[in-house]
């Protein structure tokens, strides 16, 4: 709800914003560096939600100018901007540190409507986080300087924020209490903004969750009669959906079905795409149990706008529909394509936010770390200037003050780098967990869901059987390397090396892998000599050719071949190499590659990867003292080169 509440806020000021962007970036040529800062912070705030890196990097430019001029309020500013950003995006421990700077600053310059937007902020992010207790003692903290500042809008907006948390907590008397109390003030102004209807809208809601649909209705009609003004149809069409909603739920079809259709003909009228589409997934809804055709029909249209838009959110809404109505109609076939397209498109999505939280996190940590940079230089300009001013008596005493300093200063940097890249593993492994895994295991989930509903011919079991393995293999092998990464990553990596003969591993891994080959009549040949001796660690060597084979086999097409070969190399070392005759790397995978990035792949029976082996692979080859490069182009192959010292003595 809260990431809900936020992308609300945000997307207001974008539709205003987005036309100025350019206009505000060719000002910066012109602007003085006052203005500068408020640019630098308009064009961070459009870009919050689609392009959160370069919102980052924005601020960044802003805090320098900040830092120049000495600007404490505008740091400010900004650190309540990164805040926002990586609450937006799934960073709450981030989030809170900056929200906990921008109130530290605030304090300092006594700015009573600065410290209370920070209290503000930080109580919406604690009641995302489920602490309540938290949530409601920052928030009354922003109410109690908000009345002292007898702001009246931001009063309203701390009662919403209020009604929000209990709302989250599940306490919804509590919840309709503060959302009243909000609208109590909204009730003598003539001009009601966008929150007066997302009030109603909320209001109404809670009403309908609790049976009571006649005062749901009077809240939503309510909204829908203020909404009358061409720049408020968003807020009426929203409104209408909900009161089909409340019909739709006492089982009132032909009422739902009503203000299904006006708020078509409402989006239809004012060109409201995605709320066109949404209006027919909702009529497809109240129709599939007496006109299957029709719902399809409805929702075809909804697919053909939601492509038309580009809005893939809301064609995995249409897809799931479509298969629900196909797989009660008995058209299994169809549901299940419906089904795998709405599980590809979910893929896309969850690897597209995984990237956009990803990129976050980097420009974050980043930020961060220049701002303790620039804090650690000013402490020692402050040093040196005590310095300067003191006398040649003392100056042997100031010397082992400051070499004492330094020693001290250079041990908790070290801690604050070991700690800093431990939060980089962990926010990375929940990243990945929170997303690439739950794609696996959520289809796994909903094709059992669909095999328990119905009789299946053995033809029909045996295509869910085989997309069930896949789900569940991809599952076990993501578990497996997100495992051995995390160690190493904790850990770190740890070579014990020994004088070894590679033949028998190389073996041992063929003979493994053999019946996952066979399933791609894929022919495995091994060329290196039977004596070859290199000084490696021997489970750093294993896991390395049994990824390499096991990579090799998941993109190569059936009836292919994979080799292993060696070649004499420079400096005492032997290289080997596994070449595959798959769907090869493209030169951006290539590139991903080369920079250590991680990247979800797919074999070419539909095996999907998420490149922790190859890091892995990466960081062990390294540890023992050896190069990893490749060679590939697409629909002809890859080859993996790899080197390892030569046996001693």
Known sequence: MRNVLLLLILTTFTASAQQTV???KAGLQTQPDSAKIRSYLEISQSYTDSQPDSAIDFCALGMKLAEKRNDWHSKALLFLQIGRINALHNHPDLARRFYNEALSVFRNLHDKDGIARAYDELGLLDGQQKNIQSATHDLNQAMRFYRDAHDTLNIIATYHGLGTVYEEKGETEKALTYYLRALVQYEHRKQKPIDYFTLLEKIGHIYSKKGDSRTALHYLEEGVRNSNKSTLRDTEITLLDEEGKVFETDGKMERALHYYKEELSEAKKFNRPAEQ???????????KNENAGQSLEDLKKALGIARNIRN????????????GVYQQTKNYKEAMSALEENHRLLDSLLEANTNKDIAVLDSSYKLESSISQIGHLQQV???????????????????????????????????NRALEASNQVRDTLFSIIGHDLKGPVGNASQIVDLMKTEEFTEAELRSMLAELGKQTTAAFELLNALFEWGSAQLKGVKVSPEDMSTQSFIGKNISLLESQAALKNITISDHTPADAMIFADPNHFDFIIRNLLSNAIKFTFNDGRIDINTQA?????????????????????????????????????????????????????????????????????????????????
């Open 22 to 24: 350019s206009q505000l």
């Open 277 to 287: 589409a949404q209006a027919l997934i909702n009529i497809a809804g109240v129709l």
């Open 312 to 323: 893939p959110q809301l064609e995995v809404s249409i897809y799931a529909a479509m298969a």
């Open 381 to 415: 300009n402050r040093k040196e200037k005590f310095k300067l001013d003191m006398s040649y008596i003392v100056l042997a005493s100031i010397v082992l003050i400051l070499i004492l300093l330094w020693l001290y200063l250079r041990k908790i940097s070290r801690l």
């Open 569 to 649: 190399g420079n400096n005492d070392e032997i290289i080997f190499s596994v070449k595959d005759t798959g769907k090869g790397i493209s030169p951006e995978q290539q590139e991903a590659f080369l920079k250590t990035n991680l990247k979800v792949s797919f074999g070419t029976g539909g095996e999907k990867g998420s490149g922790l082996g190859l890091l892995l692979i990466k960081e062990f080859i390294q540890a023992n003292k050896g190069r990893i490069w490749l060679e590939s182009k697409e629909n002809e192959g890859s080859t993996f080169y790899f080197s390892f010292p030569l046996k001693k003595g």
